[in-house]
């Protein structure tokens, strides 16, 4: 038997799985340790299986489902979907895939209204994937077009990623074409009504067609953006959009977005792991040892677990660094730019041996040369 594509595995597992309550294609297709971050389902498979289980109980009603677009990008599959459950909504769903299982899941749902301010509805329109050796410049206008406009606020760059005013909106609140998106905007504007992107957590694309996920605020309250875009000539010519407001308590700690980098390091015993390693290394660099010479085991010990507490901190773990400010500990040794570039060297290679998934690594990294850099070399500390 042919193995199931990852597309069809996502299709199952909502289709058969939840909408026909066959548990048995949960227990084949989605992993124990399943990440959910659909802010109403409890975590892993069996988070799922409880979900069916109030579906069987009558305590929901029963989905009907209606997948209208399909994307997939990698070990990333997007799911578009017109559903009827307690009434008609718009849903998109991005599933992560591990060794041919579920391993990751993110959703937003919207109810849809009867009518919307261009005569489409949030799912009808083009949904043939041509374009494919164009996914990754057409991932790279998405992003700028956000970036720019929705982060930046730039609007006076808009029209930049339109031809004309051809666009075809399916957004309920707003009209056909560029000219009816500055209008919905300038109405927004008008009513104090603010839409704010802050970040861009997801792009997927497969050819003419780009998902993102952000996150900002809708009107003042923290919201999840899915955004689909189809792409045509280097153009943005036409978008499907779900908006969910994130709640203040979800049913676990993986949050609507993405998992912290505590986390996605493999928390705590990893990032302590990963000070075992560097540690010994910085504290018997030729270079570096000099700073380090005299200070007793005992304060050797202190310091390498301050060190942990702050890293487990700043990546946004259940940690409370209770040691002194970075800067006023590294006040007065001097340590250069150079002696910083041999530290950052023995921390890459110890970061590459943890095996740290790639960009986990590169945020790490960053948050080393954004945050602790200017707290650490003599020269940068601040008054
Ligand atoms: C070139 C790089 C660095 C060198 C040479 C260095 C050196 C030192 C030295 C010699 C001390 C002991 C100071 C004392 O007790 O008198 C210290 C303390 C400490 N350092 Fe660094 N450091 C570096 C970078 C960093 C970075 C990037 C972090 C970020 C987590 C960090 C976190 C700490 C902490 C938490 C302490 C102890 C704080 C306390 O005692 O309250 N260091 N460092």
Redesign the pocket.
Known sequence: MQKPTNTEMAIKIIKQGIAQKDKSVVHDLVRDDYIQHNPTVPDGRKGLLGLIDRIIDGELPMPVINVKRVLAEGEYVVLHSDFDWGGRKAVFEIFRFEDGMAAEHWSGIQNHPKQTANGHSMVDGETAITDRSKTESNKALIKDFLEKVFIAGQFNKLRDFFDGDKYLQHNPMIADGVSGLERGLEEMQKKGIKIEFHKIHQIIGEGNFVLTLSEGKFDGKPTAFFDLFRVEHGKIAEHWDVLQEVPAQMPHSNGMFSLSLYRRLGGYDAIAGFVDSAFPRVAAHPE?SH??RGHATESQYR?RQ??VD??CAVTGGPVIYI??P?ES??RG?G?TEA??NT?MKILTTAMDERKFPEAAKKEFIEI?EKQ?RAA?IEGELKE
């Open positions: 570096l700073f380090f310091q301050l060190i702050r890293l040691g002194r970075l500990v590294h040794l340590i002696n910083w530290f080393f602790f650490t």
